[in-house]
């Protein structure tokens, strides 16, 4: 098969929630994303896939800002990049968004 590399969402968003709970103004939101698709030209691989995690669709709600999130979706598309929307069983909606068990430490229930 062909070479991928997955650039996952803890590189492009990392804790967003929580930095939009405290912003700063050392640390500008999105700015992971924003370091990983500037360094991107550099980290493709010829002949290769990349798989980029760019973030969750409740980041929408919480930071409604569509100019920038179609800024990202063309320089993606300049590239060649496609969107592929994943779809979960309604079952598995609960345990994937609302009763993150793995979190409960920081009160996600």
Same mark, same amino acid.
């Given at each position: 098969?062909?070479?991928?590399?997955?650039?996952?969402?803890?590189?492009?968003?990392?804790?967003?929630?929580? $930095?939009?709970?405290?912003?700063?103004?050392?640390?500008?939101?999105c700015q992971r994303l924003d370091n *990983? +698709?500037?360094? &991107? @030209?550099?980290?493709?691989?010829?002949?290769?896939?990349?798989?980029?995690?760019?973030?969750?669709?409740?980041?929408?709600?919480?930071?409604?800002?569509? $100019?920038?999130?179609?800024?990202?979706?063309?320089?993606?598309?300049?590239?060649?990049?496609?969107? *592929? +929307?994943?779809? &979960? @069983?309604?079952?598995?909606?609960a345990a994937r968004s609302l009763y993150?068990?793995?979190?409960?430490?920081?009160?996600?229930?």
């Open positions: 098969g062909l070479p991928c590399q997955v650039i996952s969402e803890e590189e492009t968003f990392g804790e967003l929630m929580d $930095e939009l709970q405290a912003p700063s103004p050392d640390w500008p939101l *990983v +698709l500037n360094s &991107l @030209p550099h980290r493709m691989i010829p002949d290769g896939w990349v798989i980029l995690e760019r973030f969750h669709p409740s980041y929408y709600a919480q930071i409604p800002e569509l $100019e920038r999130y179609t800024a990202y979706d063309q320089r993606l598309a300049e590239w060649g990049f496609q969107l *592929v +929307l994943l779809d &979960l @069983p309604d079952q598995a909606l993150r068990y793995e979190r409960e430490a920081e009160g996600w229930i």
